[in-house]
């Protein structure tokens, strides 16, 4: 169903429901931005309608009263209605609403949608794996320059200095792939409490993790352009994130 708000005087839309979270996790609109859809009487402010809305049939136990029942989304055990309040298709209950109000201020992220993350903890996050990958290849290399150096006028030199150049590109490749396709994110993302994930928030697979690593590659080689590229995107998408259809989201 489509929604509208309100910007001052100026009425916009109709966007969706998914695009209007985006707006209240952006903090383009908040608690007091006043909204409408088809079948209301008149417009409200969002925090009003948090508070308000009719429960949707298909989130709650049936029964009468206090039998009537609906999963918490954050907590996820199940209240009565009358003990819970509602956003959209999230319910939320008396334990966790002050957390959620708190959200909502700031700007909500509703459950099942995604808190992307921007592009300076992005980059402490990449900071953080070059360190890492740095150290790991400088303690490879270092048997490998001795017998290099040892094997200075011999053919094995030229064998070496291509190995080194093999583990140049193996290294950062294997650290991710492994790293993003187990666990959803590297160490460096692990420390600053992010993860990638796909467009349905799903996990990433080997395969994509693999190729996402050489797709940033192209962020790179463009004068890091597709990595500038998250600062402005409305979903914090780099270059790479386009090209593999993945986001990088808060934990």
Same mark, same amino acid.
């Given at each position: 169903m489509d /929604?509208?708000?309100?910007?001052?005087?100026?009425?916009?839309?109709? &966007?969706?429901?998914a695009e209007l979270q985006a707006l209240i996790? *952006?903090?383009? &609109?908040?608690?007091? *931005? =006043? $909204?409408?859809?088809?079948?209301?009487? #008149? /417009?409200?402010?969002?925090?009003?309608?948090?508070?308000?809305?009719?429960?949707?049939?298909?989130?709650?136990?049936?029964?009468?009263? =206090?039998? =009537?029942?609906?999963?918490?989304?954050?907590?996820?055990?199940?209240?009565a209605l009358d003990d819970m309040i509602r956003f959209g298709e999230s319910w939320v209950c008396a334990a966790c609403k002050p957390l959620f109000v708190q959200k909502f201020k700031e700007g909500l992220t509703v459950a099942g949608t995604m808190?992307?993350?921007?592009? /300076?903890? +992005?980059?402490?996050?990449?900071?953080? #794996? /070059?360190?890492?990958?740095?150290?790991?290849?400088?303690? %490879?290399?270092i048997p490998l320059g001795f017998v290099m150096g040892a094997a200075a006028r011999s053919s094995s030199s030229t064998i070496i200095a291509v190995l080194i150049q093999l583990l140049n590109w193996v290294i950062p490749a294997v650290y991710a792939t492994w790293f993003v396709g187990k666990f959803g994110a590297t160490p460096g993302k692990m420390a600053c409490r992010i993860k990638v994930v796909t467009a349905a928030n799903q996990r $990433?697979?080997?395969?994509?993790?693999?190729? =996402?690593?050489?797709?940033? %590659?192209?962020?790179?080689?463009?004068?890091?352009?597709?990595?500038? %590229?998250?600062?402005?995107?409305?979903?914090? +998408? *780099?270059?790479? #994130?386009?090209?593999?259809?993945?986001? $990088?989201i808060r934990r």
């Open positions: /929604w509208y708000y309100a910007v001052g005087d100026q009425q916009i839309g109709p &966007i969706s429901k996790k *952006t903090k383009k &609109i908040n608690a007091h *931005t =006043r $909204v409408w859809r088809a079948g209301m009487k #008149d /417009w409200q402010e969002l925090g009003r309608l948090v508070k308000e809305t009719d429960p949707t049939p298909s989130a709650i136990t049936p029964g009468s009263g =206090r039998s =009537r029942q609906a999963q918490c989304s954050e907590c996820g055990k199940s209240f808190d992307y993350a921007g592009f /300076w903890i +992005r980059f402490g996050a990449k900071f953080i #794996d /070059w360190i890492i990958i740095g150290g790991i290849s400088f303690i %490879m290399f $990433v697979s080997y395969p994509r993790a693999l190729g =996402r690593h050489f797709a940033e %590659m192209l962020s790179s080689i463009i004068l890091f352009i597709g990595y500038i %590229m998250a600062a402005f995107d409305d979903q914090k +998408r *780099t270059l790479h #994130d386009r090209i593999c259809d993945t986001r $990088v």
